[in-house]
């Protein structure tokens, strides 16, 4: 995921200001997409590089609070920078308690609004890398069989492979063959290595 590669993403409906936060995303090395409206910005393809939404909270069909909703229950890994001419206190403090990257209030310099991007971008980056893990993990769990992911179960929780055996009613023998299976399909390198992959993924034990 290269610099040139992240987008920034601009919902802003005043022309003005969509072209010459365009023109400096831009200047800045990164790709920049804008819109007019909460709306149309929806209807856009989900990004799958590093990127960050510039956006601001008075539009006129869905407002910027609206917008953060649906943007932080579908894309998780995009970041928010508010910018606004009307902003108060209140509105502020909803916006960050949500989770917004950054609330700049108009005007505001290129280099604190830069600096911000990189940040969001960075943020982004991060967040894509660990989602990536995440499903590269669930991919191999998957992979397993029913009785290994039982086996995985109870090993990750403390079980000694004759205490799987028990539970399971099968044999020591059995279970070390299936639980080198799980090592090898998880690539885990030891127990606790599995442990921990166990723990990302949710399971209980």
């Not at 943007?71 to 209140?90: A, C, H, K, Q």
Request: net charge negative; charged share 25%.
């Amino acid at each position: 995921m290269s610099h040139e590669m992240a987008v920034v993403f601009v919902v802003d409906d005043d022309v003005s200001v969509r072209e010459s936060l365009e023109l400096l995303i831009r200047s800045a090395g990164w790709q920049s997409e804008t819109f007019e409206s909460a709306r149309e910005f929806l209807a856009c393809p989900r990004p799958v590089v590093p990127n960050c939404l510039i956006l601001d909270v008075n539009l006129p069909d869905l407002n910027g609070l609206d917008l953060q909703q649906s943007v932080s229950v579908e894309r998780t890994d995009m970041p928010i920078i508010f910018v606004t001419g009307y902003g108060d206190v209140p509105m502020t403090v909803k916006a960050m308690k949500a989770g917004a990257a950054e609330f700049l209030m108009k005007p505001f310099s290129n280099e604190v609004l830069l600096t911000a991007i990189e940040q969001a971008l960075e943020r982004s980056r991060n967040s894509l890398t660990l989602n990536s893990e995440i499903h590269e993990l669930r991919d191999r769990h998957a992979s397993l069989s029913r009785r290994e992911q039982e086996v995985m179960a109870l090993v990750v929780s403390g079980l000694l492979n004759k205490q799987v055996g028990f539970e399971l009613g099968i044999s020591e023998i059995t279970v070390k063959a299936h639980r080198g299976q799980v090592m090898r399909k998880m690539k885990a390198g030891s127990l606790p290595d599995l442990v921990n992959m166990a723990a990302r993924l949710g399971i209980a034990y």
